[in-house]
């Protein structure tokens, strides 16, 4: 069973989901009854399969359909989909993108699998036995800040985003004499008050860019939120995404909190990330969201390249529905940032996503072009998300995607 025990499926749980879906923890952990989301594993030999709801002796999942079954050794190795569960996100088994279904592995003895054997295409009831709960480590914020006008105003919208997402905050205070950094440091942290899951403050020396360098190192951060100004801080941008995996927050003046957001995508594994991280982070916000997809003017008569931007939307809307957000697609052709600032322009939406370039050989990320072109021309906060992907793909035509010309798969 060692080779099961590395590969444990993981969920987190919201409240509204304890009284359906509450297995037996195990080792005496106790499910967080304090209205927290919490993070449950359980590792494929703690999954029961029946072929009836009755025949299972322990809490179900649901009814599953079977997609793979292989045997190793004197163990059969099975991973089934189950229809989505209300209040549960699945983590491992990633769910793909576009689906709304969960995937779980199971595995069981030779003599269970005679008893009820299961092949692809077949469906059992799916339920677990047991169960680890985690206290659920949610999302990390760093919040940088110098006391001017802008870093109020992102540590206003930021602080407000990290209650709502009841996150870990850390206040970075930057570009002060030693005693009026301590006294803002306190003022910032007394703003920001409770419904934290933590809160640090850390006074650093030094410009903005290489405070923010130092403390990335120090730890990973999901997001990383300052204020900088419109014509002149996207220079300053680049520095901050060169080290650490996390994304950026760009706020340039007061704003509300989000309830209407833009996500702008090209269809590819970029864009995925994209409005996975995006739907996690607005989801807290109940905000709306609308998935923007923009094609060059040469693709304007290319049914091919409409239906295949259509599908891919159409994922991300799923996918964002699955995470509770509300979410309506819209294709526009023309020059990607044009296009994006007359979307912004046409709606009152109040939040702007945007994918990061992809970094070049020596890892920096130069925001030149969309990036630019649009921070310059709206007045909302820009989130600027990090791609992990390799975009470079042989497939049959290119896309201006805002990261770089790539090629489309199927």
């Not at 989505?84 to 491992?92: D, K, L, M, Q």
């Not at 540590?155 to 990290?162: D, E, Q, R, V």
């Not at 310059?376 to 896309?399: E, F, G, M």
Request: aromatic share 4%; with cysteine; net charge neutral.
């Amino acid at each position: 069973m060692k080779d099961e025990a590395k590969n444990p499926s993981s969920f987190i749980l919201h409240p509204s989901s304890f009284q359906t879906a509450n297995p037996r923890p195990k080792n005496g952990a106790r499910m967080n009854g304090a209205g927290r989301r919490v993070q449950v594993l359980f590792r494929p030999e703690d999954v029961a399969l029946a072929a009836t709801a009755d025949g299972l002796d322990c809490p179900r999942l649901g009814r599953g359909e079977v997609e793979q079954s292989t045997f190793a050794g004197s163990f059969e190795r099975l991973r089934l989909r189950l229809p989505p569960i209300a209040g549960v996100r699945a983590i491992a088994p990633a769910v793909p993108f576009g689906s709304d279904s969960i995937l779980v592995e199971a595995t069981r003895p030779r003599e269970q699998a005679e008893r009820l054997p299961l092949r692809p295409g077949q469906q059992a009831w799916v339920g677990v036995r047991n169960i680890h709960a985690l206290a659920h480590p949610g999302l990390n914020f760093l919040i940088a800040t110098d006391g001017s006008l802008r870093a109020q105003a992102a540590l206003s919208l930021g602080g407000h985003i990290a209650r709502l997402a009841h996150a870990r905050v850390t206040l970075l205070g930057y570009g002060q004499p030693g005693e009026a950094k301590a006294h803002h440091l306190q003022a910032a942290k007394e703003q920001l008050g409770s419904g934290l899951a933590s809160l640090e403050t850390h006074a650093a020396d030094g410009p903005l860019s290489e405070a923010i360098t130092h403390e990335v190192e120090r730890q990973p951060y999901d997001l990383v939120v300052v204020g900088i100004g419109r014509q002149d801080g996207l220079s300053l941008a680049e520095e901050m995404l060169g080290p650490g995996e996390h994304h950026l927050l760009l706020v340039s003046g007061p704003q509300p909190a989000p309830a209407r957001a833009l996500i702008c995508v090209a269809s590819g594994e970029p864009g995925k990330e994209d409005v996975l991280f995006a739907g996690r982070l607005i989801r807290h916000l109940g905000a709306e969201a609308t998935l923007l997809s923009v094609l060059p003017e040469l693709y304007k008569d290319n049914g091919l390249a409409q239906t295949r931007t259509e599908r891919f939307l159409a994922g991300g809307v799923r996918t964002l529905e699955l995470l509770g957000v509300t979410a309506q697609p819209i294709t526009r052709t023309g020059l990607v940032e044009q296009e994006i600032v007359s979307q912004v322009q046409a709606a009152p939406y109040d939040l702007v996503v945007l994918g990061a370039p992809l970094a070049d050989r020596d890892g920096h990320i130069a925001l030149a072009g969309v990036v630019s072109h649009v921070w310059r021309h709206v007045s909302q906060p820009v989130l600027i998300v990090r791609s992990h992907s390799d975009a470079r793909q042989d497939t049959p035509w290119p896309l201006l995607t805002g990261r770089r010309l790539i090629r489309e798969t199927a």
